[in-house]
């Protein structure tokens, strides 16, 4: 098992394909002049599948895909076919726009649940939020994979002012649809513009729901990076990723590849370690993950002090954007 110097094992990896995208969500997308990785810098389909089966003879069981856009990757069928052979549970996260065209084919390589952005039900907020129209589109994929039983967690990054005035909208929706909502505490990365004052915490999402809905707390697994929470009487369900206001990270089994072949013990770290450059010059890659997995730190990449969330200084942040780290 990969185990980092506070006992943790992780067996849970997360390959981002491309940090190409066909939206451009703010939060997410510095600005339109952002600089693309190099297609040469890329992992190739068969390199993918070498780090992807490195991992997996070192205990890795999960794998989730994700980018940018995965499914806006040219050869996404050939990686899809060649993970499909790992022993693991692949899943993806994907922002649901081209998903008709991969859907049968991502259900016949064994994936059985998907997560989906969708961080608004409105038509035109949809397209000032992402820049692009494809609204309809996105809620078509969504409610489509539903009907194909595809278990579908749909991800919603709430910011205050822009979609917090939703998340009843959402709990709603969940009445008739079989949905998981995933409401995420909007989180600091490179160019996107945050600030405290943004976040709407869990508590404050909990408190807007229970002006309207009795919900009860679900069990929380160790590992889980979500608070799972049920309406009676709703098809569908919530859940909270807390990341801000009450971080996860005691028990986290996360390890993460960038499309540019870095390993990335966690969403905040500084550190990187290139596996790609090392597979291509020949030279051995478990020795580097071990290492790479004894640096990680207790909490967010030791980049957060003890300060409130609310006072943090992203500024002060070393960290990709997260279109190139792969959320
Ligand atoms: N393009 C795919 C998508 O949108 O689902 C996969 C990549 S995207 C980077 C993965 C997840 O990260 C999405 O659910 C997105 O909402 C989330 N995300 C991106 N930037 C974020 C931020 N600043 N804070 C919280 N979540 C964020
Ligand atoms: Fe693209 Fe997903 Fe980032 Fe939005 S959140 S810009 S869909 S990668």
Redesign the pocket.
């Known amino acids: 098992m990969i185990t980092d110097s506070y006992n943790r094992k992780h067996d849970y990896l997360r390959i981002s394909l491309t940090d190409v995208?066909n939206?451009r969500?703010s939060?997410?997308m510095p600005d339109e002049h952002y600089a693309f990785m190099q297609s040469e810098k890329l992992m190739q389909p068969k390199e993918i599948a070498t780090i992807a089966a490195t991992f997996v003879s070192m205990g890795v069981k999960r794998i989730r895909l994700?980018?940018?856009?995965?499914l806006a990757r040219r050869d996404f069928q050939e990686i899809l076919q060649r993970l499909a052979d790992l022993p693991v549970t692949l899943t993806l996260?994907?922002?649901g726009t081209l998903l008709h065209r991969h859907l049968d084919q991502l259900i016949n390589a064994g994936v059985t649940g998907l997560?989906?952005?969708l961080?608004t039900l409105s038509q035109d907020k949809y397209r000032l939020l992402t820049r692009r129209d494809q609204f309809v589109q996105t809620m078509r994929n969504i409610l489509a994979a539903v009907e194909k039983g595809i278990t579908v967690k749909v991800?919603v990054?709430v910011m205050k002012g822009v979609n917090d005035e939703e998340i009843l909208d959402f709990i709603a929706w969940t009445k008739h649809t079989p949905v998981e909502v995933r409401f995420?505490?909007?989180?600091?990365?490179d160019g996107?513009g945050?600030s405290g004052g943004q976040v709407v915490s869990e508590q404050e999402i909990l408190d807007l729901i229970s002006t309207k809905y009795t919900y009860q707390a679900l069990h929380r697994a160790l590992q889980a990076t979500s608070n799972p929470y049920m309406i009676p009487g709703h098809a569908g369900s919530f859940a909270i990723i807390s990341?801000m206001s009450s971080p996860f990270c005691a028990g986290c089994n996360r390890m993460r590849l960038t499309a540019d072949g870095r390993m990335k013990n966690c969403l905040f770290s500084k550190g990187e370690t290139d596996l790609l450059s090392a597979l291509r010059e020949g030279r051995a890659l478990k020795p580097l993950i071990e290492q790479n997995i004894l640096s990680k730190a207790e909490k967010l990449g030791g980049q957060f002090g003890d300060e409130s969330f609310r006072e943090l200084d992203s500024d002060q942040l070393i960290n990709r954007s997260?279109?190139s780290i792969?959320?």
């Open positions: 995208c939206l969500c939060y997410c994700t980018g940018g856009e995965p996260t994907t922002n997560n989906i952005s961080d991800n990054v995420i505490e909007f989180m600091p990365f996107n945050w990341t997260m279109i792969g959320g």
